[in-house]
T-cell receptor, first 114, second 114 residues
Framework: QQQVKQSPQSLIVQKGGISIINCAYENTAFDYFPWYQQFPGKGPALLIAIRPDVSEKKEGRFTISFNKSAKQFSLHIMDSQPGDSATYFC?????????????FGTGTRLKVLA | NAGVTQTPKFQVLKTGQSMTLQCAQDMNHEYMSWYRQDPGMGLRLIHYSVGAGITDQGEVPNGYNVSRSTTEDFPLRLLSAAPSQTSVYFCASARASSYNSPLHFGNGTRLTVT
């Protein structure tokens, strides 16, 4: 089953707080797990990504934690800022029929209060 | 560098009308795809292509048609629009052969079918 389940659907965080978005997958063929950030009126853009042989990846205030045995991964936004208010999508990719296929989660709408 | 360009930005159709959503990329990407974004449903793949002359169906292909005559262009055709096709449509491209090649999205076409 090629599905990626994402939660929560929406999230409100105070400025300076930690935002946490969780995703879970079933297909063990997935081998790359990117997160995309989407601002209103724009297309999604790559934020940060991880491979399953790494348990954590950090870029600035954004961290992906990856649990291969549980088939779960999460995005942590430290010191959340109003400018982080956006929709976040987790995704998973697998090489199928000669190309990489991307499966997206359902998205999390984050609002950071000033 | 334009990236992925989608036209039009907005469109209103009556049920039964046909139209073509345009997508062009200038990054020489082999892989191009169309997604629709609906509230609570995330990004769902409609059709994709791994090169000129090669197309394949995604998760929700019914009611849509695609062709890929050049590397740069990947138009999406709605043959007979239905209210269920009201959505925001995104075109995305990537290098086909690399696991960590991110999807580059256009800024979307918001389609309303009345």
């Amino acid at each position: 089953q090629q599905q990626v389940k994402q939660s929560p659907q929406s999230l409100i965080v105070q400025k300076g707080g930690i935002s946490i978005i969780n995703c879970a997958y079933e297909n063990t063929a997935f081998d790359y797990f990117p997160w995309y950030q989407q601002f209103p009126g724009k297309g999604p853009a790559l934020l940060i990504a991880i491979r399953p042989d790494v348990s954590e990846k950090k870029e600035g205030r954004f961290t992906i934690s990856f649990n291969k045995s549980a088939k779960q991964f999460s995005l942590h936004i430290m010191d959340s800022q109003p400018g982080d208010s956006a929709t976040y999508f987790c995704a998973a990719t697998a090489f199928v029929s000669g190309t990489y296929k991307y499966i997206f989660g359902t998205g999390t709408r984050l609002k950071v209060l000033a | 560098n334009a990236g992925v360009t989608q036209t039009p930005k907005f469109q209103v159709l009556k049920t039964g009308q046909s139209m073509t959503l345009q997508c062009a990329q200038d990054m020489n990407h082999e892989y191009m795809s169309w997604y629709r974004q609906d509230p609570g449903m995330g990004l769902r793949l409609i059709h994709y292509s791994v090169g000129a002359g090669i197309t394949d169906q995604g998760e929700v292909p019914n009611g849509y048609n695609v062709s890929r005559s050049t590397t740069e262009d990947f138009p999406l055709r709605l043959l007979s629009a239905a209210p269920s096709q009201t959505s925001v449509y995104f075109c995305a491209s990537a290098r086909a052969s690399s696991y960590n090649s991110p999807l580059h999205f256009g800024n979307g076409t918001r389609l309303t079918v009345t």
